[in-house]
C-alpha cells in the first residue's frame, strides 16, 4: 500500500461509525516527551488531563466519606504542547505557559457546557474566545516574568524568553483548538491525516502571501524562524473548530522535533495501525529519534477506542 493512500483516503476505513459522547474509560490518552541526541536539556512541556464537576467535602458525619463517589462525569479532555525558544529560558517559558493556560481554561468551566452540541455557534465562538484569551494571559506572564529575571540581573541568555503553544480541548462532539508558533496538531479519521493548525513561521507566511512556492518551504531558511511565539514580540494566536464525533479517529499533538525528521506520510502509517494512544507515541518518537533526534521531541495522542458497554446498560 502507497503511502500517499494514508492522505487520500484510498483504504479501507476503520470503525468510524458516528456515536454517542465516549465514556470515561474509553477515552485513550498518552504522551512523551524526549529530550533528543542533540540537546543538553528537554525545553517541553506538555500535558495531558481531564476535566469534571467535583465535590469537595469539607466535613460530614457519615462513615467512609472517602468512598462516596465524588467526581462526576467529564466535561472536557485538555491535550497541550509548548516548545520552548531561546537558550536557557526556554524550558521556563513553556512550563510558565502550560500552567497558565492551564489554570485559565479551567476557571471558565461554565463554558463547557455550552460549547457541545450541534446547536452551539454562540457558545462555540465565546468558547474559542476565551482559548484566544487564554493565549494571551500566557504570553503576558512570559513576558512579565522575562521583564522581572531581567531586572534582576539574571544571565542574559534569559532575555530570549518565548515559547510555541498548541492546545486542543475537547467538548464532545467538537475539538477546539488555540495555535501559537509551530508546534503542531493533526487529525486522522477515515484513513486521512489532516494538520488542523498553520504553522506561524516566516516561511509559512511567505507561502500564503504566494511569495514562496510550497515545495520550498522545507529548504527555507526561514522555516523554523517563528512569525508568533508566547513571550515573543507578537503573539498571535489562530483558533479553530472540528467536528470529531465519528468514531475511530486519532488526534495528534506534536513539537517540530517530531516533523523535522518524520513526514506526514509516514505519520499517517503510524496512524493508520495505531493499537494505542501509547503504543503510536512512541514508535513515533523513536522513529525522530533513529533520524538524529536533532531536537527535543515531543508527541501526545488521543482518541476515544470502544469498549463492551458495562453490564447492565443498553
Not at 63 to 87: C, N, Q, T, Y
Request: glycine share 10%; charged share 25%.
Amino acid at each position: 500500500m502507497a503511502l500517499a493512500d494514508l492522505l487520500t483516503g484510498s483504504i479501507p476505513r476503520l470503525q468510524v461509525a458516528p456515536g454517542a459522547k465516549p465514556r470515561d474509560d474509553e477515552v485513550d490518552l498518552f504522551g512523551v516527551s524526549h529530550p533528543g541526541k542533540v540537546r543538553k536539556e528537554n525545553q517541553d512541556h506538555f500535558l495531558l488531563a481531564t476535566v469534571h464537576p467535583q465535590v469537595v467535602v469539607h466535613g460530614t458525619n457519615l462513615p467512609d466519606p472517602d468512598k462516596m463517589i465524588l467526581r462526576g462525569e467529564r466535561f472536557g479532555s485538555i491535550m497541550l504542547v509548548a516548545d520552548g525558544v531561546g537558550s536557557g529560558a526556554g524550558r521556563e517559558a513553556s512550563r510558565i505557559a502550560v500552567e497558565t493556560i492551564t489554570r485559565y481554561v479551567s476557571s471558565t468551566l461554565r463554558l463547557y457546557h455550552g460549547a457541545s452540541g450541534p446547536h452551539d455557534s454562540e457558545h462555540g465562538e465565546e468558547f474559542l474566545s476565551v482559548l484566544r484569551g487564554a493565549a494571551l494571559e500566557a504570553h503576558q506572564v512570559v513576558r512579565s516574568e522575562a521583564v522581572a529575571r531581567q531586572q534582576q540581573r539574571e544571565a542574559k541568555d534569559r532575555r530570549g524568553m518565548a515559547t510555541t503553544l498548541t492546545l486542543a480541548t475537547f467538548v464532545w462532539p467538537w475539538m477546539y483548538v488555540v495555535q501559537v508558533g509551530d508546534s503542531r496538531c493533526y487529525y486522522y479519521v477515515d484513513g486521512r491525516l489532516r494538520q488542523v493548525t498553520r504553522d506561524q513561521t516566516v516561511a509559512q507566511d511567505l507561502v500564503d502571501k504566494g511569495a514562496l512556492p510550497k515545495d520550498r518551504a522545507d529548504q527555507s531558511p526561514f522555516k523554523s524562524v517563528l512569525s508568533s511565539a508566547i513571550g515573543g514580540a507578537e503573539a498571535s494566536p489562530e483558533v479553530f473548530r472540528l467536528d470529531i464525533s465519528r468514531r475511530g479517529g486519532v488526534i495528534l499533538l506534536c513539537s517540530d522535533g517530531l516533523t523535522k525528521h518524520v513526514s506526514d506520510e509516514e505519520i499517517a502509517l503510524e496512524l493508520g495501525r495505531i493499537t494505542s494512544s501509547e503504543q503510536v507515541c512512541r514508535a513515533l518518537v523513536d522513529l525522530a529519534l533513529e533520524r538524529g533526534g536533532s531536537d527535543n521531541v515531543t508527541v501526545l495522542a488521543g482518541r476515544a477506542h470502544r469498549l463492551p458497554a458495562p453490564v447492565g446498560t443498553g
